[in-house]
């Protein structure tokens, strides 16, 4: 099959990337010419493990390629995927589906043979019809269907996610865009990973509740956990314990400082917006976005009973700041609410992270950036951990402990135990629902 990909973005990249590694003859689109720079010189513009690898894989097999000309692109191809970015509309939380349509009408005036116009982007329901509309608009009498085909993978996990998923969703609305889907996702179905097929409305829908369901589960966990601090009950010990009931089930149910990341914030807004518009308050949702924001600012109250109630001139050290791990994806991540907020108050923060400088340099003023836990730790009045990654979760506290002013320890992600932290020579240690 011969795929045109549009926009190399997280999603973008990687599902070209994969597709190409199928077999499929993949050409990935973006306008930004730095990237498509990069691209060309083998480089990946984002950070994703094993990305580098796969790519150099199958761009030296001849499968893959990259241009800012996307006629060229679509030209020829059985199918086109967009996968522009969806972000939150200034204003009203609905999402901006701008990028989403300048794309379409470019696609339909670049067609040239019956091509399946297909939708990456998380997109509200409805909006594939309205991108069938688009792509007419400038397709003269090139014929072309739209299928929705919504994408689950996670950052730091996503070619993973993308080879062994799930399942995959498709939405489409007759028999010939089916058969160029089901082509396209053959590998995976051969490996019995199940393809769902729906209408558009549905797959556009299953994107929006799955989020929000995850977003829930986390969210439902980070209020248990505030109540385990009340009532002297470990978060930890609950989760186990309502985990292993196959009906509830383990993931997601780590208490931590509060969901972020380019996909939850966005995607529970556009649903609760979605809601409202149709007369249907999604109640839950909403309150889970106000919940989740509660537990964001909260962590910074924690930070301050730490630090006596005093935030000026402590020297607070922060191990992570992207959203989560294995990734360089800063997009409001927690880190975004919490730091500026201990800067505000005073506090002289540093911070430690092996992939979001590049990122976080510019949203995060007033930081210090130090390149190792235990440098940024001399001196320091306060370690709080933020976000996992894996080189902060075996550290030698007892090395730690010597170099800090006054070691106190805010485990923010419930890494360590309190017992080996205050063994390690720690005078304090504060997880959350513990
Ligand atoms: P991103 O911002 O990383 O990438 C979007 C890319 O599209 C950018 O490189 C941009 O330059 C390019 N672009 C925009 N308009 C273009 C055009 N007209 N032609 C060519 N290129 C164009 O976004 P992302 O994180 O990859 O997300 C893309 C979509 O996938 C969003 O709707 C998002 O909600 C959804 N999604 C993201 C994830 C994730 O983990 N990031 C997971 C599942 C779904």
Redesign the pocket.
Known sequence: MKIAM????????VSGVCFSDFGHEVVC????PA?IEKLLRGEVP?YEPGLEQLMAKNVAAGRLSFTLD?AAAVAGADAVFI????PTRRGDGH?DLR?VM??AE?IGAALTGYTVVVT????PVGTNRKVAEAVARTAGDTPFDVASN??????GA?IDDFMRPDRVVVGVENDRARKTMADIYRPLSLREFPVVYTNLESAEMI?YAANAFLATKITFINEIARLCEKVGADVKAVSKGIGMDGRIGSKFLHAGPGYG???FP??TKALARIGQDHAVPMQITETVIRVNDEIKHRMIEKIEDLCDGALRDKVITILGVTFKPNTD?MRDAPSLTIIPALVGAGAKVRVVDPQGRHEGEALLPGVKWVESAYGAAQGADLLVLLTEWNEFRALDLGKLAKKMAHPRLADLRNVYDRDEVLAAGFETYVGVGR
């Open positions: 549009i926009g190399t973005g997280y999603v973008g990249l689109v973006d306008k930004d990237k984002i996307l996968a522009v970015g969806t999402a990028y300048a794309a470019e990456k982007s998380t997109v919504p994408e689950f993978l996670r950052e996503a994107k990341g380019s996909c966005k995607d994806d």
